[in-house]
């Protein structure tokens, strides 16, 4: 069993004690506040299943059908949670008033004045002990489902006061105790939900974590610039993308490299951070269109019969693309055979650049010599 598992568990069985221990307590002891607190507590039985039910799929690992996991469901789990928490809240709010309007023949005593003290400390204890598994394990349900712990001590609170008060013949002090609780559990509840909402609309990190992502990018020298910075929150954790500029005369591998780095320093400086999509630019792609009307096949359909027409020039030779700027610039290493002179050489890169260039697809040619392999 799960440490989160194990503390929803316990908080279930103990909301169920609780609840018959004030059902009854409330009855014999002469306390409708405690008798309204018991239903309370039975009542967190249903949020207990929806924690442990949305905790239970939250955990489950990626899959085909979900490749991002299965962290909304604890965002379900937390909305929900916070609309319940929110319901309970009127309704205290409620009896509440509609008791300020009854009137009270039996007092409440001790018996109901301890079961309202023993219930503060289990809850308290159960909001603490629920609140550090749910950070320990970064779960939002958890964390709400602590609270939720803490508003029942709240709400027992009021209902002590109630009776003691009752017991020395402020009865007025039991209604509205109860209000004034009830309207502080609805805020518990709607920053619950309000959050779970936030995280079902995407909503991104806040200003504080984007300057700190800001200031890791502009640490890594080869990020020359960065722009399209985009975060979202998926059940506690978050998932980044960014696209970073770098030389365009970076390798293919260079420059994974660099997106690499970029991913782990903002995982690690981030412990609620799933994943980092870096999209490698050579060039600011808001600046031109990316869409150049020229593929790697009809750059060699261009090279080979220049090359075919060279006598002592290796066919196929090894050639790079750059887009840059609008253009498309080519770098094209050449292997000649080794009885040529130098002057030769230079003179057939020449003619091998100009060609290149007097074409309308390519705007600027480097043409290089490959010493590396013999060829003849």
Avoid at 224 to 232: A, G, Y
Avoid at 284 to 292: K, S, T, V
Avoid at 320 to 331: A, E, L, P, Y
Wanted: glycine share 10%; charged share 20%; with cysteine.
């Amino acid at each position: 069993m799960s440490p989160g598992t194990k503390a929803i568990s316990i908080g279930a069985v103990t909301n169920l004690f609780l609840s018959l221990i004030k059902l009854i307590g409330g009855y014999f002891g002469n306390s409708m506040a405690l008798v309204a607190d018991g239903i309370h507590s039975l009542s967190d039985l249903i949020t207990d299943a929806v924690v442990y039910f949305s905790h239970g799929v939250g955990q489950l690992p990626p899959d085909r059908n979900h490749p991002y996991g299965h962290g909304r469901a604890e965002t379900i789990g937390t909305t929900v949670v916070g609309l319940l928490i929110i319901f309970t809240g009127l309704g205290v709010a409620y009896e509440s008033w509609e008791t300020i309007f009854q009137t009270i023949e039996k007092v409440p005593g001790a018996l109901a004045a301890g079961i309202a003290f023993l219930s503060i400390i289990i809850n308290e204890g159960l909001y603490q002990y629920t609140l550090k598994i749910g950070k320990s394990t970064n779960s939002p349900s958890l964390i709400a489902n602590a609270w939720h712990h803490r508003t029942d001590a709240i709400s027992s609170i009021a209902a002590l006061v109630g009776i003691l008060g009752a017991w020395n013949g402020f009865f007025i002090l039991d209604p509205l105790a109860g209000g004034l609780v009830g309207l502080m559990v609805c805020k518990v509840g709607f920053d619950f939900s309000s959050k779970g909402f936030r995280d079902l609309m995407d909503t991104g990190l806040n200003e504080e974590n984007m300057e700190m992502i800001f200031k890791i990018l502009n640490e890594i020298p080869e990020v020359l610039q960065f722009h399209d910075l985009r975060s979202r929150t998926i059940g506690g954790e978050v998932l980044i993308d960014v696209h970073i500029l770098v030389n365009p005369e970076m390798t293919v591998t260079e420059g994974h490299q660099v997106a690499e780095e970029v991913r782990r320093k903002i995982i690690k400086d981030f412990n609620n951070v799933q994943d980092v999509l870096v999209h490698v630019d050579g060039e600011h792609d808001a600046e031109f269109d990316n869409l150049y009307n020229v593929t790697r096949k009809e750059i060699t359909e261009i090279i080979n019969p220049i090359i075919e027409s060279l006598g002592g020039v290796r066919p196929d030779p090894e050639f790079r693309i750059h887009h840059g700027n609008g253009r498309i610039t080519v770098d094209l290493f050449l292997q000649m055979s080794g009885d040529r002179e130098m002057k030769e050489a230079e003179k057939l890169m020449g003619e091998v650049k100009s060609r290149l260039e007097a074409t309308s697809k390519i705007e600027k040619a480097r043409v290089f010599l490959d010493l590396n392999l013999e060829f003849d």
